[in-house]
Each structure stands twice: as structure tokens, then as C-alpha cells.
């Protein structure tokens, strides 16, 4: 055996028994004769030999060596192991890079199934990293390895025994086409919260609390997407400038809650932390959906850390390079995990479930999902992950939202998932923006956006809500931010403003930055409620980011991903401040319009054909002049577009099987700098039409209760959305006096 041999430790020898190769990670239960301990397994592929270390409440290591293996899986019972010990293993095998192999006893590694983890992946020191990270030779220091001990400066799973169950738990199943989803951060939701406890703000418990349900309920969203809550790492470089990794995309544990994000400790009370919070959120009618990073971990390239699986067995856990000393790349992160093989693909899977059976949690958006779906090189639809995910009956019930793209070759993806899936639709954020800032050339696009996507997503049985539409999202501006800074402003993050995009696709409105203006202040706000209003009026998924809907700026930081500060954080005084509780108060309107009308959550896509006696279509399209639009409209300069909805004939049924009717209703953007006088559809449309939303106005109050008769020519104020709601001829005639 190569590397460092084992020091005998000073404590009495521990007994090991055989134990089970499954499952795998660490189990308390019963052996032989119902004496209680642990059960210890761990896959570590070409290793020579492993040992579990167990760690006392001061720190004194005990090493004790796994000799049972089976199928390339270390295992061992060792009695009289109980819920909250700390332990660790060292996995001994070849120092070889230049073919991939980089065992290196030295190093302590975390269970990459331990379900609670000790400690804070803060400053790493030179002893966490294999090779020599200060050799004076840098171009080759990821081949000489570092033989100190890193045991004193790496956290440590720990042994979890869970008794808690799910039997009074009720899951929400809200429909895919009824979701709205809210994307949120556990720590930057609460941590500002005044009706959260200071003790509570930035855990999950703050995030269970009364006081941040209440605000998820008023607003009517259906699902929270947490930003990662998987245990992750902070980057080196982040660290040595003050700064830490905020949003979480680091991992390094797939099965334990972060522990930092744990108001009540962290030798496992983060797992019964987290399943309240689960358990709070599903009482008030809300989805839990976990964003997870199963892409990469936190050991970086060939020059990172050794914290887990590059110790354990790196060349089955991750894709290397032609020249096996590096790594495949396809997240932009230093390395890829390689899902084509089995012991990964078990992973991955054993963690989903995991968290869906034991969590409670309701599903899952995958971070750089085209990375997993790779099969050897290229993005393949048939790959060995999409079609277990298929296959699996409890991960297929679930909600699976693939970001459809990654940083390789063909990993542009979007529309192109099988039909079990629903994407971020960044084709969706991207036309919405140039509409509204008047750089779209033409209306084709928005009119596939505004109605499904029915372009990228009609095929193979998929319907509408395979579109998440967002036009913000954790990674870039936010929605104020985005009609306040044409340029990004990170220099917080002290990379000289070079990190981020420079395509926000974003609008001013005429002034850099914050301005004093009232005129300017007017139109940000007015272009909030139009971009807020289409993606809330518009066939799909929709998805929030928090505080955008009263508001919240990052002063132009458009990679907000090391700001845990005021910066990352959301800014409750905005909720009460006049400025801005108008805006607050349209979100919650238009969701409780979406809500309340199956119209606006049509289960699948128009036909456009004309329909019933009437002769009207399922959707139809006008143009500033009021008459239904060409094929060669479609093709014209223009910033006007209406749009009708008929909610007479929807192609759906109740629960009892009944036919679906609604209220139609007509929709008229218009991104143009003047206002535009706009003749309202007639008959076989409507007869009249009722005001419901109109984005020109501060206040929604005095909207409602205007009616225009079919016909009538209505002014649509400059960079103004309508919603008018189709009116029947009863409804048109005025209320006999004294009524």
C-alpha cells in the first residue's frame, strides 16, 4: 500500500464487525443479538483500503479499518455508535495524477452520503488540498502530494437517526399548470425579517416562521425554489478577499441540510430543522422545491481541495480530461461529475430520494442539468440519467426542472427535454426584456412567449407549463435593477467588475443608477408593473424572485453569488415604504387573478382555430389598428399587441369530468413612447369590456369598473399593459335607479 501508513491511536482498539455493504453511508440500528451501533458503508472504487475515523467531543481521532468488501464497498458495524458521533474516512490506494489516480490517506474525507455534516468549510489551509498547493513549482504542484494530516481543519459528518415520520403530513400536489413559483434564498429571505426572531433570521427555522409563511401566503405563490441548501464549501479565492460563497453552488454533501443555515445545532438537529420547516410551509399550501448542483463539487479543478470524492475514488466519480491529470469541465466550475457511471448515477438518485422521501421536499430544479444529461461528450436525450430519472417511481411524481444548458459544446438546450420535464425558459426572458426597452424588430417572438412556447415546447405529448417563464432570476439583475442600470456594478466583488454578464438586456429608463427624478422614478416604476404583469398574464410556469415584487435592488450587482450582506439580502422596509407597497400590492392581485381563472392556466396549448357558433378562436391576436392579425403583421415593426383569450371553450375538464368555461379576456401591451389609440374588439369577441389592470397607474384602485363598449377606440397610455376582462351584453346595461 502507498501513501501514509495509519498512526495507532492511543484509545483502546475499537471493535468492527462485518456489517452491510447496503446501504450505503452511515446507519444506526441493530447487529447481531439487537446490540445497537452503526452501520458504516462506503463505495470507494480501485481503493487499497479505507478506515472510518471516529472523533470524540475533543477532537481525539480513532481509526478503525473496514476490511469487509464487497462489490468495491467498504463496510463495517461498529457497536455502540450512536446518533450525533462525528467521523470521517481515510481512503488509501496510488498517488499517481498523470493517470488520474489521487489517493491520499493524509486527508480526512467526508461521507459523501453523511446526512448531517459538523463543522464550516471556511479558509481551507494548505493541509486540506492532496498535492502541494505552496510548491515553488505551480505548473506542476497538482502531481506532488501533500502528506499532512488535514483531520484538524475539515468539518465531519455525522451519524443522523431520524425517527420523525410524514403520516400527518398533507404534500400540496399543486398542478404543474396551477404552480407560481417563488425563488428564494433561506438565509437572504429572513435575515432582515422583522417578524422573524434575530435568533431565527437566516436558518431554516426563520424561514418556517409565521411571520415569512404569512408573507408566501398573501402573496398567493404555490412553491418556494431554494437557492442550494445541499452542504457546500466557500471558494478560496472568495475568502482571501473578505467575501464568501452566498448562493450556495459549491457542494459537497448531497444528502446533508447546510449546517449553517441550522438554528439548533449541527450534530444532526439541521435534518429535524429542515422537516419543520417542510412541514410549516406544506400547512400553509406551499411546495418545496430544492435547487441542486449535482454538476460539480466544491473540489474544483486539479489544483483544489480533497475533501471527499477526488479522495475517495476520482476517476469514478469524475470526468477527466483526455490527459486523466485534469477534468472535463461542462460546469465552469474545475470539474464535472461523470453520471454515465453507475456508482454516480446511485448517487445522485439515492439523494433525490433521499430528500423526497425522508425531507418531505416536492421537487427539484437541476443547476447545469445539459451536464448531467451528457453521455460521454455530447448532450444526449436517451443518457443514462434521464432515463432512470424516467423510470423511478418516486423521482417521476415529482416536479423536475432542468436548466437546460451548460458551459460545454451543444449545451444550449432549451425545448429539448423529454416531456417529464419543465424548463427555465431563458428564450422567454430574453424577448420579454427587449420588448419593454422597444429592441424587439418584431412581435413573432413575444407572441410565442406570451402564449406557452408552443414553438419549443409542443411535442411529445408536452404542454404549456414545460415553460418556467421568468424575467429574473437569482443570476443577474433584478427586476428594479434591471430598468435602473444598463451596466452591470460588481465591483463589490472585487474582480474588477469583470465577473457577470454584459447582456442584461436592460433599460435605464434615461438615467444610470438611483435618481431623484420624479419622471424617471414614474417610468421605473410603471416599467416594473408591465414586465410583473406579463409574466403573470402569460401561458406557462411563472417564477418570481424574491423581492422583486416590492422592489428590491442590488445597486446594479448583476452576480450577487458572494454578497451575504445587505446587498444579497431582501430589504423588508420596502414592503410598508409608499413608494413601493403599490407594486406589492398589483403581484397580489394579478396572482389572485391568475388563480381564480383556468384561462390564464390553460392546461394545454391554443389551436388558434375559430371555435363554436360564434366563430371566435381560442386566441386571438390584434394589432394597434384593432383587427386580427396577418401572417404578414406578424413581420411588422410594431410595439403594440393585443391579445384575446377565450375562456369559452377550454380544453379541460373538472374533477367530475365536466367541460372548463371561464370568463375571455383581452390583453393589449403596448412598449411604445406615445399612447395609441386602440379599437376594442367587437362582436362575435364581446360586446364590452370591463378595466381590470391598467400598468399606467400607480394605484389599481380606480381601474376596476371602467367599461369600454366593443368598438370604442381606448387610449393605452406609453409603456402600458390593459387587462380588460370580455363582458356579455346582460352586463353592459346600466342598473335600473334605486338598485
Avoid at 236 to 259: E, Q, T, V
Avoid at 685 to 714: C, F, I, K, M, N
Wanted: hydrophobic share 35%; aromatic share 10%.
Amino acid at each position: 500500500m502507498e501513501g501514509p501508513v495509519s498512526q495507532a491511536s492511543e484509545r483502546a482498539p475499537i471493535d468492527v464487525w462485518p456489517g452491510r455493504p447496503a446501504p450505503l453511508g452511515a446507519r444506526f440500528g441493530t447487529g447481531p443479538d439487537g446490540v445497537e451501533g452503526t452501520n458504516f458503508a462506503l463505495w470507494a472504487g480501485g481503493a487499497e483500503a479505507v478506515e472510518l475515523c471516529l472523533f470524540d467531543d475533543a477532537g481525539r481521532e480513532s481509526r478503525c479499518p473496514l476490511e469487509e468488501l464487497t462489490h468495491e464497498i467498504f463496510h463495517g458495524f461498529v457497536p455502540g455508535v450512536r446518533p450525533g458521533q462525528r467521523y470521517g474516512y481515510r481512503v488509501h490506494g496510488p498517488w499517481n495524477p498523470a493517470a488520474g489516480a489521487r489517493w491520499n490517506a493524509a486527508k480526512l474525507l467526508l461521507d459523501p452520503y453523511a446526512r448531517a455534516v459538523d463543522g464550516d468549510f471556511g479558509r481551507l489551509p494548505a493541509e486540506v488540498y492532496g498535492h502541494q498547493r505552496d510548491h515553488r513549482r505551480q505548473d506542476i504542484a497538482d502531481t506532488v502530494r501533500d502528506d499532512r494530516d488535514s483531520a484538524p481543519f475539515v468539518p465531519k459528518g455525522v451519524v443522523v437517526h431520524d425517527t420523525e415520520t410524514w403520516v400527518d403530513d398533507v404534500r400540496p400536489k399543486t398542478p404543474w399548470a396551477d404552480s407560481v413559483i417563488y425563488e428564494l434564498h433561506v438565509r437572504g429571505f429572513t435575515m432582515r425579517h422583522p417578524g422573524v426572531p434575530r435568533e431565527l433570521r437566516g436558518t431554516f427555522a426563520g424561514l418556517g416562521h409565521p411571520a415569512a409563511v404569512d408573507h408566501l401566503v398573501s402573496l398567493g405563490v404555490t412553491a418556494v425554489e431554494l437557492l442550494p441548501v445541499h452542504q457546500f464549501a466557500h471558494e478560496d479565492h472568495l475568502l482571501r478577499r473578505g467575501l464568501r460563497n452566498y448562493w450556495g453552488y459549491n457542494s459537497i454533501g448531497y444528502f446533508a441540510p447546510h449546517a449553517a443555515y441550522s438554528a439548533s445545532g449541527t450534530r444532526g438537529q439541521q435534518v429535524g430543522e429542515f422537516k419543520s420547516m417542510v412541514r410549516a410551509l406544506h400547512q400553509a399550501g406551499i411546495e418545496v422545491i430544492l435547487d441542486v448542483v449535482y454538476n460539480h463539487t466544491a473540489e474544483a479543478d486539479a489544483f483544489g481541495p480533497t475533501l471527499s470524492l477526488r479522495g475517495i475514488a476520482n476517476p469514478g466519480y469524475y470526468r477527466l480530461a483526455d490527459e486523466p491529470r485534469h477534468y472535463a469541465d461542462y460546469s465552469g466550475c474545475g470539474n464535472t461529475l461523470h453520471v454515465v457511471q453507475p456508482q454516480v448515477l446511485r448517487l445522485i438518485t439515492d439523494s433525490l430520494r433521499y430528500w423526497v422521501q425522508e425531507m418531505g421536499v416536492d421537487g427539484f430544479r437541476f443547476d447545469l442539468a445539459a451536464a448531467l444529461a451528457r453521455s460521454f461528450h455530447d448532450v444526449d436525450m436517451l443518457s443514462p440519467f434521464l432515463a432512470v430519472i424516467a423510470q423511478d417511481p418516486v423521482l417521476r411524481r415529482v416536479k423536475l426542472i432542468a436548466e437546460p444548458w451548460d458551459v460545454g459544446d451543444g449545451g444550449y438546450q432549451v425545448g429539448a427535454f423529454p416531456p417529464l420535464w419543465t424548463e427555465w425558459n431563458d428564450r422567454y426572458r430574453d424577448t420579454v426584456r427587449d420588448y419593454w426597452r422597444g429592441a424587439l424588430p418584431d412581435v413573432r417572438d413575444l407572441g410565442y412567449r406570451l402564449s406557452g412556447s408552443s414553438d419549443l415546447y409542443a411535442w411529445g405529448g408536452r404542454r404549456p407549463y414545460a415553460s418556467v417563464n421568468f424575467v429574473t432570476a437569482h443570476d443577474g439583475f433584478t427586476l428594479r435593477d434591471l430598468v435602473t442600470y444598463e451596466r452591470k456594478h460588481n465591483e463589490a466583488n472585487g474582480e474588477d467588475n469583470r465577473d457577470g454578464t454584459s447582456d442584461n438586456r436592460s433599460w435605464n429608463c434615461g438615467t444610470e443608477g438611483e435618481s431623484e427624478e420624479p419622471d424617471v422614478n414614474a417610468l421605473r416604476r410603471r416599467q416594473l408593473r408591465n414586465l410583473l404583469t406579463t409574466l403573470l398574464l402569460s401561458t406557462g410556469v411563472p417564477m418570481l424572485v424574491a423581492g422583486d415584487e416590492m422592489g428590491r435592488t442590488q445597486a446594479g450587482n448583476n452576480n450577487g453569488y458572494c454578497q451575504d450582506n445587505e446587498i444579497g439580502w431582501v430589504d423588508w422596509s420596502l414592503r410598508t415604504d409608499p413608494a413601493w407597497r403599490p407594486l406589492l400590492d398589483l403581484t397580489r392581485r394579478l396572482i389572485r387573478t391568475r388563480r381564480e381563472h383556468p384561462v390564464l392556466r390553460r392546461r394545454a396549448f391554443f389551436s388558434g382555430r375559430r371555435q363554436g357558433p360564434e366563430g371566435i378562436r381560442d386566441l386571438g391576436w390584434f394589432t394597434a389598428a384593432g383587427k386580427e392579425m396577418t401572417e404578414a403583421d406578424w413581420y411588422e415593426p410594431g410595439a403594440t399587441l393585443g391579445m384575446f383569450l377565450s375562456g369559452r371553450d377550454i380544453p379541460q375538464r373538472d374533477p367530475k369530468g365536466r367541460p372548463v368555461t371561464d370568463d375571455s379576456f383581452l390583453v393589449i401591451l403596448h412598449a411604445g413612447a406615445e399612447p395609441v389609440e386602440f379599437p376594442l374588439p367587437a362582436q362575435p369577441w364581446a360586446d364590452a369590456y370591463a378595466v381590470l389592470v391598467d400598468t399606467s397607474l400607480e394605484e389599481q384602485a380606480a381601474a376596476p369598473g371602467t367599461v369600454h363598449h366593443g368598438g370604442e377606440r381606448v387610449t393605452v397610455p406609453a409603456r402600458s399593459v390593459l387587462l380588460l376582462r370580455a363582458l356579455p351584453v346582460a352586463a353592459t346595461v346600466p342598473p335600473a335607479a334605486g338598485t
